[in-house]
C-alpha cells in the first residue's frame, strides 16, 4: 500500500498556546518499506505517525492512502480502514485489562468479519506466531511487559493488514526484549511483506530500518 | 478540602445533588401527609367534649325512647350532660324557584325536572345540644365538625313534647354549600321526600352550618351536605317516631346518645368503669368512650399512615442507593489520587472520614435543595387530596418535626450507605493506584 | 446500582399493583354477584347500598317486568338489622339480609359453606301481602342463615337455634332455626344473617310500604343493558327520582372514581421515582465511561467505529437496567403478596378475596418498557460523548 501525506501540517492547542506539531510535510511511503521515523522529544513523530495511520486528522494538508485521500473521510470510514489496514503497537501496549491474550487479539478479528468461522483459529495462529499460545488465557497484568508486547504485535497482525505503525514499541523494555520485538517487526517487513514504520528515539534501532526519517521542530530534515 | 472533591467534579456532583433533592422532597411531601392524616384524626376527637357515645351498631336507628333515657341518664350523678342524635342520609327539595307546585302531600314522581338532593339529616335536642358545643359553636357529629353560624329559635323539641301531633317548628339549619349551589337564603322552604317519592313535610331555613364539605370531589357524589333540624320532627318525617311491628310499638328512635361526664369526675378510669356499666345497660348497642374512638380512628388511618410513611422512605432509600454507587465509582476513579495521599502519610481515618463526609455534604446540599419543593409538593398534594375528595381539611400538615424528623433519617441513612464506599478506600494501599492502568 | 434500579422499578411495580389490584378486586366482587343491573335509590351512590331505602318495591318490578326488556331474573333486597341471641341473651345488634331464596339462587353474592340453602323457596309473608290477605308470625318459615364469620365468632352450626327480636330488650322474640352458613362475596368477615325478606319486612314493621335497598336483575345476553338504561330513563320511578339504574359497568365506574386517587397518588410517587433513577444512572454512566476512556480509545484505535463504541455503551446500560428489572419485578412482586397479607389481616368487611395489590402482564410489560426507554435515556448522552472522543484524545493524555 502506498501513503503519501502533502503539505501535512498539524497544530495542537494547549490551553491558550498553540503548538505547531507538524510543519509542512511531504512524504511518500512505498509499500514493503522498513522505516524509522526518528528525533527527539517533542518533534512530532508520533504526530505524524498518528496522522499516516488515520488516528489523527491533519490541520492543512491531504493524506493519500493508495490514491484515496483519508483527510475528508467520516470516522467511520476512517475506523473501518485503520481496522483492516492499519496494525498498531504503542510504547504502553493498550492491551484491554479485562480480556486474556487470546480475547484481545480475536476482537479486531471479530470486528472485521473477515474470516468467518476461522478467526478463531486465526487469533490461536497469531498467538502461536509470537510464542505466546501457552499464555492465551491470561489476562495482561499476568504477564511482563515484553509478552504484552508480544501479544500486541498479534494484535497488530490480526485483520492481516498491509502496514505495521510501532510507536516506540520498545519504550517500556529491558534490552532483551527490546531486541526481540524489533526482530519480530523486521521479520514482519522480510517475510511478509508489509510496510513497517517505527518510531523511535533509539539510533540503534534506526540503524536497523531501510530508511530513516529525521524529525525535528515538526518537520523531516 | 472536604469539599474540593466535590466542587472539582461539579457535573457530577450537581447532578447527583438535583437527585436527592428530588427523592427529598418525595420524602418530605409524603411523611407531610402522614402527619396531616393523623392530625385531622386527632382534631376529629379534640374539639367536642363527648366522653361517652352508645350508637347503633347497624343501619338503623335503633335506641328507643331517646329523649326519656336521655333525660334519665343526665340526672345521674356521673353525668353533666346527655344527648341524643339521629343522623340519617335522605332526600329533600329545594324550591327557591317558586314553581308553586311542591307542597306537602305532593307526590314528586307526578312531576318532571324535580331537584332531589340526598343530603345528611342530623336531629338535635337545640338546648342539649348546647351543651356539647364549644365556644365556636362547633358539635361533633359522626366525623365532621358543624359549625353553627345561627341558632333555632326554639330550644327545645316541642312538636315531640306534644306526641307528635302539633306545635310543629319547621326550623332547618342548613349546610352553606348547599345554600350556596341552589341559591338558597333564609326563609327559604325546603321538602321532605319519603321513600316513596312523596312530600312528607316542609322545613324552613333558618340559618346556616358550615361543614368541612365543600361541595365538590367525591365526598359530593355521596353527600351534597348537611342539614340540621329537631329531632322530634325529623323522626316524624323519616318513620322513626312510632314503628308498629309483631312485638308492639317502637317510639322516639335515635342513632346515639352522647354523655359527657362530670367535670370533676372525668378520669380515665372513671370514664372506663362507666363506659362498662353502660354496656351492660346496653347491649347489642356500640358503647365507646374517647379513648376506644381515638383508637378506632387511629386504627383507621394508621394503614394510610404506614402506606404513605413507607413510601416516602423507600423514594429516599433508593436515592441513597444511587449515591452509595456513585460514591463508589468516585473512589475508583480517584484510586490515584488516594494512593498518592496514602503515599505521603494521610492516614486511613481520614480518608474514610473524607470519603463518607463527601456523601453527607452532597445529600445535605440535596436536602436543603428538596425543602422547598417538599414544601410546596405537600401543599399540591394537600390541595389535590382536598380537591379530589370535596372537604375542607388538612390531608397533609407540614411542621418543622418533619424536617428534622427527615433530615435526620436521611443523614442516618446516608452515613450507613457510605460505609461501604468509605471501606473500600481504606483499602487503596500507596502504590496500587498508580498502576491506573491495570489495577481496575 | 443494579440493586438500586431493581428498587426503583420495584417501587414502580408495587405503586402499579395497587391500582389495578383495587380495581380488580372491585370488579370480581360486582361480577361475582351476577347481576346485569342494579336498581338503587336515586341521588346516591351506588356504592352505598345500604345507607338508604326506598318503598314500593314491588310496583318498581312490575314497571319493570312491563317493559319489553323482560329480566331473565329478579331479586329484591332488603338490608337491615336485627338483634340477635341466642337462649334468654341479646348478643348484638346484627345486619340482616333479607332475600327471596328463590330469586337469590340466580345470583351469586350469597355462597352456602355449610349445611344448606333455605328449605322455602318463596316468601309467604311477601306473597300474602301482595295478595291483601292477613299477615302475622304464623307464615314465619323461621329459618335463616348465618355468615361464616357469625358462625365462627359465636360457635354457632347449623341446626342451631338463635332468636331474633326487634327491639333490644324486648321480650318478643322469635326463634329461628339455622339451615346453613354462608360467605358473602362482597364483605369477607361480615357478621350478617339471611333470611326472608317479607319477614325482615313485617318485623321491621316496613312491610306495608314494601321498603327495599335494592332490586337485582339479570337479563338474557341477547339484551343489551345500556338499552334498559335509555329505557328506564323515561319510566315513572326512575324518571321521577325514586330509583336509579345501573349497569354493572357504570356502578364499576362509580367505584372506580374513589379509587382514581391511588393512580393520581402512583403517578406522583412513580415519575419522581423514575426521575431519580433516570438521573443517577445517567450520572453513573457518565463517570464510568469517563472511566473507561483509555480503553474506548484503543478500540477505536484498533478499528472500533464511532456507531459501534456509542452501541457498546447503550448496551451496557442495556445489560444494568436488564438485571435491575428482573431483579425489581421479583421483588415487587415479594412485596405485593407481602403487603396483601398485612392488609388481609387488617381491614374487616372487605371482598372475599380482595388483593389491593395485583400484578397484571400489562404492568410487567409497561415495566420493561420504562426500564428500556430509561436504559435508552441513561446511556445516550455518555454513548454519544464517548463515540464523538478522538481515539487519540485519551492515548494521547496518557502519554
Known sequence: MEIELRKVSKTYRSGETYIKALSDIDLQIRGGELISIIGPSGSGKTTLMNVVGGLDKPTKGIVLLDGLDITGLSEGRLSSIRLRKFGFVFQQFYLLPTLTSFQNIYLPIKEARGFGQNGKDRALELLDKVGMKDRSKHLPSQLSGGEQQRVAIARALANDPPVILADEPTGELDSDNSRMIIDMLRDLNREMGKTVIIVTHDPEIARKSKRTIKMKDGKIT | MITSNITRRWGRSSLTILAIAISFSMLLSLSSISLGLHRASEEKLGESPRDIVVSSNGLNPTIENSHQLAQELSRNENFSAVMPLLTLLEKLVFDNSGRGDITTGTDITELEDVPLQTVGLVGIVPNLAEGFMSDEKELFVRSDILKFQDWFDRSGDPFFESGYTEDWTGEMLLDRTIMEDHNLKKGDQVYYVNGSGKVVSQFTIKGTIETSLVGSGLTSELLGGIAVVHLGELQFVSGNHRITGPDGVREDLSTTLYLDMDRDKRTVDQRKALTLELELMFPGLDVSSRENRLYRIDEEVLVLEVFSISVAVASISIGVLFLSSIMIIDVEDRRSDISIMRAIGISRRTIFLQTVMDSLVISSAGAMIGIVPGFFGSRLLNGYLQGLYGVNIQFASFEPGILMASLIYLILLVTLFSLIPAARATTIMPKSGMMKHYNR | MVFAIASSLALLVTMSSLSVGVRESAREAIDNIGADVYVVPD???????????????????????????????????????????????????????????????????????????????????????????????????????????????????????????????????????????????????????????????????????????????????????????????????????????????????????????????????????????????????????????????????????????????????????????????????????????????????????????????????????????LSLFSGLVPAFISARRSPVESIKGDL
Open chain 3, 43 to 373: 341521588s346516591l351512590n351506588p356504592i352505598l347500598l345500604d345507607l338508604q331505602k326506598f318503598d314500593q318495591g314491588w310496583a318498581i318490578i312490575s314497571e319493570l317486568q312491563e317493559s319489553k326488556y323482560l329480566p331473565g331474573h329478579i331479586s329484591p333486597r332488603l338490608k337491615d338489622d336485627l338483634f340477635f341471641g341466642m337462649g334468654p341473651k341479646v348478643i348484638a345488634d346484627t345486619i340482616v339480609h333479607g332475600v327471596i331464596p328463590g330469586d337469590e339462587v340466580f345470583f351469586n353474592q350469597f355462597q352456602v359453606v355449610d349445611g344448606t340453602w333455605f328449605t322455602y323457596q318463596d316468601d309467604p309473608v311477601r306473597e300474602a301481602y301482595l295478595a291483601g290477605e292477613e299477615i302475622n308470625n304464623t307464615l314465619f318459615t323461621d329459618e335463616v342463615l348465618i355468615s361464616e364469620e357469625m358462625s365462627r365468632k359465636y360457635g354457632i352450626g347449623p341446626g342451631d337455634e338463635i332468636s331474633l327480636s326487634v327491639r333490644m330488650g324486648s321480650e318478643v322474640r322469635f326463634n329461628y332455626l339455622v339451615r346453613g352458613v354462608f360467605i358473602d362475596s362482597l364483605s369477607q368477615r361480615s357478621i350478617s344473617l339471611l333470611m326472608h325478606l317479607g319477614e325482615l319486612q313485617y318485623l321491621k314493621g316496613v312491610i306495608t310500604k314494601d321498603t327495599l335497598t335494592e332490586i337485582l336483575l339479570s337479563y338474557p345476553d341477547s339484551i343489551d343493558t345500556e338499552e334498559i338504561i335509555s329505557w328506564s330513563e323515561s319510566q315513572h320511578f326512575i324518571f321521577n327520582g325514586v330509583v336509579d339504574l345501573y349497569t354493572k359497568s357504570a356502578f364499576l365506574s362509580e367505584v372506580y372514581k374513589f379509587t382514581s386517587i391511588l393512580d393520581g397518588f402512583s403517578i406522583i410517587v412513580i415519575s419522581s421515582t423514575l426521575i431519580v433513577c433516570l438521573i443517577f444512572t445517567s450520572t453513573i454512566f457518565m463517570i464510568s465511561t469517563r472511566g473507561r476512556s483509555m480503553d474506548l480509545s484503543i478500540l477505536r484505535a484498533i478499528g472500533f467505529s464511532p456507531g459501534r463504541i456509542f452501541l457498546i455503551i447503550l448496551r451496557d446500560s442495556f445489560i444494568y437496567y436488564s438485571a435491575g428489572t428482573i431483579l425489581g419485578i421479583v421483588l415487587g412482586l415479594l412485596f405485593n403478596q407481602g403487603l396483601n397479607i398485612f392488609l388481609e389481616g387488617y381491614f374487616e368487611g372487605l371482598p372475599t378475596n380482595f388483593r389491593p395489590f395485583m400484578l397484571d402482564i400489562n404492568i410487567i410489560g409497561w415495566s420493561i418498557l420504562v426500564a428500556l426507554l
